[in-house]
């Protein structure tokens, strides 16, 4: 086949792959545009999760009347002018690509005025095309309405998610500018309900009360600074979350470099790495982060998003990051309140491993072993797991296993035909009420409690909109919640598994799980929330058992149809084998 040179219009949509990914991307650039534009008020409305239809309104500069026609050129921006200047970009925009991209593949309508000129200017464009050019009244500054994104380009707007998962990636693009420029009025709607409003105060504590609630808001700690470190070119400032607030994922980690929001693994380990045993295993923590350096010193022409940067001295930035948030940890944190709340044995026996429980936690720990199964007594120790599922016959079961012991309180040591065999006490109780709740749903038949009294749960805006999406999926596996208004949600029952848990942490865990599982290919949502539900029932690393209890989990383990790794994919167990040993023991 010959090569020849595409046609503008295909080329114009080549480029515009690279910018517009889904309806969240036209609101980035957009925003950044406006920022870029020295406004004070950023106004963004939304409807059908910006797949039909997305305005953003700002009070800016404005584009002179001279200049409106050419800000749909490719490559034609007022940011740079020479190769040299790509070295000292203080910009978020620079590459003079967003307005044609999004121009060429949607209907929009351009509308602005400098503030310096009497009246406005109109375009309105279609495929990138001008159709119409006029003037118009309006107050200083720009309104960018885009209409029937990819209408164009279907082969695009098929692979587009539903309303509400378009929705929430609009929300997290404009809660994180808003994050970043505290100072600047935010204000976001969906199909004409006002969805987030930001005073413009400059304090960050109230963006983030404004996003996360004002709980959240209220114990945020403000960063210490680590100008006086030997990074001193680097800047760190924001808000970290104290020890005692913490999530089941990383979603609550933000970081800015420069103002621009970026996701940069190396930055995300040093904040956890800040909170290095000041958290439980597998909890994360909030932080919203501001890494401030001179523009020679980043790279932020290396992703065509813009959501990557390249540090000349990323080792630095490391250190100053890491450096200011465990000051901050460290000098900040309150004491914690010394407060019983549900499951606080857990913490207790962790803390004294070898310590005998008291008999009522040691029975209400026996009831939560069991809550999934029929619970059998033939002595006072004895219990019986039975998971209501018939043992497999197709090669996948677990050979019989004879208890021996514990091992760190974690792993259960058991002998079978042929060697050693250590269970993961955690993972194997995850499979065992994982599958358990799963057949209890295809029976329409999971346990549910209602709490003693219904509790109100303040959620940030997206965990809140992640579970009113899902709250049909939720009932099903005994979850009773409702919406309450703003970003609140009513707790009226949970799943019995885990009814001792605290409503909040329970909803803030099943709501990053969700978001986590929000890919391509992805399982169902029944089976994540299953998954989470499961994970905080399951006995924890650290727990002591007795000799009937890990009998009780392993007769149970048997009887999995997958017994040998956990929901999330971990094993549940290893063996040693008898020739292995020999070998160790140089007895081959």
Not at 218 to 247: F, M, N, Q, Y
Not at 302 to 319: G, I
Not at 327 to 338: G, M
Not at 378 to 406: A, E, N
Request: charged fraction near 30%.
């Amino acid at each position: 086949m010959p090569i020849r040179v595409l046609p503008e219009d295909v080329a114009s949509q080549i480029a515009a792959g690279e910018v517009v990914e889904r309806p969240a991307s036209v609101v980035k650039e957009l925003i950044e545009n406006a920022i870029d534009a020295g406004a004070a008020a950023i106004e963004v409305e939304v409807r059908a999760g910006g797949k039909r239809f997305i305005r953003v309104v700002d009070d800016g500069c404005g584009v002179p009347k001279r200049d409106v026609e050419l800000a749909f050129h490719r490559h034609a921006t007022s940011k740079l002018t020479t190769a040299e200047d790509l070295d000292r970009i203080t910009t978020l925009g620079f590459r003079g690509e967003a307005l044609a991209s999004i121009a060429a593949v949607s209907r929009m309508t351009f509308a602005t005025r400098a503030a310096d000129e009497s009246v406005g200017t109109l375009l309105r464009l279609e495929g990138g095309k001008i159709q119409t050019r006029r003037q118009v009244g309006r107050p200083p500054g720009t309104a960018v309405t885009v209409e029937n994104l990819f209408f164009n380009v279907p082969a695009r707007r098929k692979f587009l998610r539903t309303d509400r998962t378009e929705r929430r990636h609009v929300d997290r693009w404009v809660t994180r500018y808003a994050m970043a420029y505290p100072r600047l009025r935010f204000s976001l709607s969906h199909s004409g309900r006002s969805t987030l409003q930001t005073p413009g105060s400059g304090e960050l504590r109230d963006v983030l009360a404004a996003v996360y609630g004002p709980e959240i808001g209220e114990k945020a700690l403000r960063v210490v600074s680590g100008s006086e470190s030997s990074e001193s070119d680097i800047g760190v400032s924001g808000l970290v979350g104290p020890p005692s607030t913490h999530w089941a994922n990383r979603t609550y980690i933000t970081i800015f470099v420069n103002g621009r929001w970026v996701k940069d693994a190396s930055l995300t380990y040093a904040i956890t790495q800040a909170y290095h045993r000041l958290l439980p295993k597998g909890r994360h923590p909030l932080a919203v982060v501001m890494v401030d350096l001179p523009p020679s010193d980043v790279d932020v022409n290396v992703h065509p998003t813009k959501a990557e940067v390249r540090f000349r001295d990323s080792n630095a930035v490391f250190r100053a990051l890491q450096k200011a948030v465990r000051r901050t940890l460290l000098e900040r944190s309150p004491i914690p309140e010394a407060r019983r709340r549900p499951g606080a044995g857990d913490e207790v026996e962790r803390a004294w491993p070898h310590s005998e429980p008291v008999d009522g936690w040691r029975e209400g720990r026996r009831e939560r072993l069991t809550s999934l199964g029929r619970r059998e007594r033939t002595d006072d120790r004895q219990l019986r797991f039975d998971t209501g599922i018939s043992p497999s016959t197709d090669g996948r079961s677990i050979p019989p296993l004879r208890v021996i012991g514990q091992l760190g309180a974690t792993y259960i040591v058991a002998e079978g035909p042929q060697g050693m065999v250590l269970l993961d006490q955690h993972a194997a109780h995850e499979r065992v009420l994982f599958e358990r709740l799963l057949a209890q749903r295809e029976e329409a038949d999971v346990a549910s409690q209602a709490l003693l009294e219904p509790t109100l749960v303040e959620l940030g805006r997206e965990a809140a909109d992640l579970l009113e999406e899902q709250i049909e999926v939720l009932a099903r596996l005994g979850f009773e919640i409702e919406p309450f208004g703003g970003s609140t949600m009513m707790v009226r029952a949970l799943p019995a598994v885990i009814a001792e848990e605290e409503p909040d942490r329970v909803l803030e865990d099943v709501a990053a799980a969700l978001l986590a599982g929000d890919e391509p290919l992805d399982v169902p949502v029944e089976e994540t929330v299953a998954r989470q539900v499961c994970k905080q029932a399951a006995v924890k690393a650290g727990q002591v058992l007795d000799h009937a209890e890990m009998e009780g989990l392993i007769r149970a383990l048997e009887q999995c149809e997958s017994p040998r790794t956990c929901p999330h994919g971990r094993p549940t167990m290893i063996r040693l084998s008898v020739e292995h040993l020999a070998r160790e023991f140089g007895r081959t």
